[in-house]
């Protein structure tokens, strides 16, 4: 009896402390650490996908999520033109660096800044709209930058071929190995990256449980509520955009150097289609869910895409093989049905929410037979 | 120093061992590299996947040849790079780094082309194109990129004369990318020095659009007496059937840049008969390689066209380069290519009596350019093969190509 | 989400300040100009953008209605759209019927696969936010593309159309082909029955009550979810029509969904969502900006002598420009609104 | 601007309107309405069904904007103020139907209105000096509405009573001078109804507020009220004590003649 008074008890403390924060304080930095940690030898393994360098890539497109998120799940505004400001930052890195001649990280500032300025403008035309307006506002905008990029206004962005082979002086290639070279040593490239997209990913963490961050879901939440408790919404929406805007350009100085350039499919539809689909089906309510659709999409992309026979269980001892070629070059297919069914069941709860409940009742199923 | 010494020791899993020891080995001895692996690169889904599976055609038909001649075990990869050039880009870099490719070939649309060619060349991995974008092997030329197709200028002075024969003003309608951006302009200039005026042109969207409606309405409103169509696949496919559909075929000289037969095989014969002129490194009509289309009509899924000998032409070389040089190491097999001559390869039989050589200038190769036209329905034949189309002029590839000072290419 | 409804005529919504007459002004004259310098031209591309806004306008007449009715915006109407281009092809080239019987068994198809996709997954978002239908249809679309690549491939197809409308007719300054006409024809029939129905029938007025207040027309006895279904496949089986015209002039393709769905929205918002009559303008200005505004920018930088106006692919553009003007101007669009979806 | 209105108010008269009109379409939902509310009273609105007794606090609040008409606050013309505002300035409401933000937990419910209302409109605060400072102060809220025991649930979880009372525990939040509140004990039982009655007297004793309230149960209103304002379609029938109202006959021919019968 008493086990039970002091269990509840403890119960109601730890949920206390989750609440307030104090254990989830660390949670995600170390959540962003281990995933940067562990990212590479998985996609590396010769099981899995064999291509260590596809990290990189992974690491840049949850980088750009994890800022359309702030949009999406800190905010609930939808952009259907999202990938533009991926485009501002890759093309201002490579115009900067291939056209003027600028050192990297000037370019990639000055690229960073053309988003913020574009973004906030932009944010404060549409931040008032309806969402279905404001998602078709944002389309517009995108078709347009997609339009002036196509257009290759003053040979600046190099039309449908993009900038290509285009590195900063400090990056280093060698047989799709790219390494960082300053100052004498000589380091994977993988590893600023993972440097700057934990450092980009702890700051849109910050900013989302600031006082800021709470405000904008205060506005997600009930926009008229927000309002007559003295929230201004359009206010956080304009900086929610910006903010956003900023980080998926930041996403794009990234993408520039794994790209070795800037290509006009950041500015497409496609481009923006991808990471709302992305970030739903990993869950926009939790900070860690975008990054796990980037995961589950590109993996499964990438996995399935020379997936031509399923050979049970090992290469080397075939017992089974299935010719599942046909079938699973639509995957797609699959993936759409999966997004609607995780739409339908929780709309923002995603992988990542039923991830975190199947954790959650395998550990109170343990805990219980434990006791 | 570029290649081999640096690659990483923890990135394949033991199942790809066709570089690590050829490259060591193979730079010592004169005998070769006794293993190469190739990657294709190539749309093998989307619209444009039956010239992926024409491209593997003759890339499998140039590796058995090869195997015969040579002590090699040549492997080929296909690599889908849908006509995206990020996904192009992904798809290389997956090669050269998990899969250990030696060299490339392949690309469609000229974005594709470039996007590899310049991530291969960094990473010094041959990749020879047959992207026909003058910028290729022109500003955006890469030092690791070959093109194995005559280029547009190529194209577009070989047909520039007959053009002006067969008609005094053009309406040019382009495809609004590189290839029909600088396809359009070299065309344009080229009537005008022979005596031909351009009536009009028109920016079409693309490549993926199939409505013309727009700029057919502006071509028929002008007075132009032939309309240029500088469109690519299966949107040249589309626009042929609406030109067809408005009766404009009967009114006014058709050109289609680029010419591919295998676009004009998916409408009907009367749809076909509608070319008058067209420019292109190949069809199956070009005198000589009997043996190479007969293998196409048996092996390919579809008929023989340029694609197949693209492949062919390119898989070719890149294997006697590396058994030239000795060696699959990029910088050997680049060397090993620039300036030289083809003079002992099955690709002499398939273009018989013709210089084809790699100009080292601006990794072009050099080879006879065609201009084609419709045969009358009544001539058109399906079997072996179709033969729909005729050569009517050949220029040789020297008097074409844009001087090494034109290109603007430095390595 | 009240009073949503649709509405089909709205003649007070439009009043004319100075600023909107001197635009309409300047574009008139733009229009006269490029009339003048190219008058068969000018007809020419008028009957495209005719034909093409009114393309525009059944998809937009089907998405309307769902959201108008259902507050559910469908994002995988393009896919109905395009499902309709490829069952023509499936109909008259696999099947080897007449091109008529595509009119009647093509819409029929798409509207069934319409109904299943609204009893399936779209009856459980009505209430939901706007959001969640959206990207649960955007996850249909996606299977929809798939599903069809997987049917008839990933290349362009093509169908022959009958003898009948293959030829053109002679209007004076230039010649129109029949096809063109017949999609004119049908466009406006279904145009104006979709009007009656809505505002002249018992069905009309009962769905319509449904929208303004359905527990009150349940309560009078009204079968409301009878009747959202019965909307849902009407506004299915126009996109199917739809894609029935458009590719049996032009063909079909995988991108078609896609491209043509993101223009219904633009034709929806810029109609004024709610508003029938809204899409119905607003779906052919967009059309004839499409097709006018090369023209115009053409004739005009040949008479000024100012190339840079002469702007390649401008076309392809217009219909975001047409957007962010019109919500610039009138944040509900032409015809939109008070209050719905704001 | 402020100098000429506080001469013409009384400084007793914290919140008035002056020919205060909505009109939507053709429909005039407030017609030219005069209401003044002293500080510190508890003022009652009552009317019937439709009689624009919401309409009138949207319009005060800033959330309608009113077709004519001026709304005076603290002396100021507010009447074009944006709605956001006003709640700084010491104006706030509760809302009739179940205004939360839903998805959070209660204690976070009123941890973001503490530090809307505390630090100015926009702070970032990326160390964190401030967190702990709001939720203490949201706790205190919490514990004043009796709902301290709640915290960690989601505010869609809650009771609807205890829903109401997180409601009143946000706008308190805002730490405000005037508190609008609309018809706070509906769906509730007589004994919750008498708790929150309570609940409310006792925070405009702590707090010293001024009440301006909407309520249907009478005898609450006819126990709590200071004055009482009657609205019937869209006008104001009279306002003066308790007492006095349910004496007058206007008000017992138009609504509580309306009552009785209608019980």
Known sequence: ?371 | MIAGCSSDSDDSGGQQTTDGDTTDVGTAGSSGPDELHIGVFAPYTGPFAPWGSALTTGSELAKQDLEAEFDVSITLSEYDTETNPSAAQERIQRAVTSDGIDMAHGGISSAVCGSIGSWASDNGVPFITQGASDTLTGESCQPYMFRAYPSNTMMARAVGQPMAEEADSWYLLYTDYVWGQTAQEIIGSVLEENGATVAGTDAVPGPGNQDFTQYINNVENSDADGVAMIIPGLDARAAASQLQNRGLHEELSVMFHQFEDQVMWGLNQEAASMVDLGPTGWINTVEGGEDFKQRVTEQGETDPFSRQYMAYVSTDQAVRAAMRAGSANGEDVRAALEGHEITDSPVNDIVPNSTLKWRACDHQLIQPTHVVQARDESEMTNDPYKQWFEVSKTVAGDQVARSCEETGCSF | MDGIGIQTLDRDALPISPGELVTSLVLFVLLAHAFAVRPGLFVDQLVGGLVYGLILVLVALGLSIILGLLGVVNFAHGAFFMMGAYLTFQVLTVWGLPFWATLFVVPVVVGLVGIVIERGVLQFVYDEDPLIGLLATFGIALMIDEATRAIWGGSPLSVTTPQILDSSIGIGVTTIARMRLFSVLVSVVVIVAVYLLIERTDFGLSVRAGVLDREMAEFVGVNIPLRFVVMFFIGAAIAGLGGVLRGAELGMDLSMGNQFIILAFVVVVVGGVGSLFGSVVSGILIGEATFLTPLVLRTLSETTNVAALNVSGIGGLMPFLVMIVVLLVRPRGLFGQEGFME | MSDTATTARSADVVLETEGLTKQFGGLTALEHVDLAVERGELHAIIGPNGAGKTTLFNTITGALDPTAGTVWFDGEDVTEMAQEKRPHRGLARSFQSNQLFADLSVLENVRIVVQTARSGRFGLDLLGNGRAKYRDAAFEYLERVGLDGERTTLAKNLSHGDQRRLGIAISLATDPSVLLLDEPTSGMGPTETQETADMIDELQQDLDLTVLLIEHDMDIVLSMSDRITVLNQGEVLATDSPGAIQENEDVQNAYLGGMREEL
């Open chain 1, 1 to 371: 009896m008493s086990g039970d008074a002091s269990q509840t008890e403890s119960t109601q403390r730890l949920r206390d402390a989750l609440a307030d924060g104090r254990l989830e304080q660390w949670r995600v930095p170390l959540g962003l650490l281990a995933l940067v940690v562990f990212l590479r030898p998985v996609i590396g393994h010769e099981f899995l996908l064999n291509y260590p360098p596809f990290a990189n890539t992974i690491l840049v497109w949850m980088l750009f999520a994890a800022s359309f998120n702030v949009l999406l799940g800190y905010t609930g505004l939808l952009s259907f033109g999202h990938g533009m400001f991926l485009g501002f930052g890759a093309y201002g890195a490579a115009i900067g660096l291939t056209r003027f001649d600028l050192p990297f990280t000037v370019s990639a500032v000055i690229g960073l800044a053309v988003a913020a300025v574009v973004a906030y403008l932009i944010g404060r035309i549409i931040a008032q709209r309806g969402e279905i307006y404001f998602a078709m506002l944002t389309l517009a905008f995108a078709k347009a930058a997609h339009f002036i990029a196509n257009q290759n206004y003053g040979g600046l962005t190099g039309g449908s071929t993009g900038i290509v082979g285009v590195l900063p002086s400090w990056i280093e290639t060698e047989r799709g190995v790219k390494y960082v070279a300053a100052g004498g040593f000589q380091f994977d490239w993988y590893y600023l990256l993972g440097a700057v997209f934990v450092l980009a990913a702890l700051a849109i963490w910050q900013i989302a449980r600031s006082p800021f961050g709470r405000s904008l879901v205060a506005v997600r939440e009930n926009e008229e509520l927000a309002r007559a408790v003295g929230i201004d919404d359009k206010r956080y929406k304009i900086w929610s955009f910006t903010f956003s805007g900023v980080f998926a350009a930041l996403a794009g100085v990234l993408y520039a150097i794994n790209n070795q350039g800037s290509s006009l499919s950041t500015l497409t539809v496609e481009t923006s289609g991808d990471i709302i689909l992305m970030t739903v089906l990993g869950g926009a309510n939790y900070f860690f869910g975008p990054l796990a659709g980037v995961f589950v999409w590109l993996f499964s992309e990438e996995f399935l895409i020379e997936f031509e026979t399923l050979v049970l269980p090992l290469a080397e001892y075939p017992l089974v093989r299935i010719e599942l070629g046909g079938l699973l070059s639509y995957w797609q297919f699959f993936l759409g049905l999966l997004f609607v069914i995780s739409v339908l069941v929780a709309p923002r709860e995603g992988l990542w929410g039923l991830f975190r409940s199947g954790i959650g009742g395998l550990y109170d199923r343990v805990r219980g037979v434990r006791e």
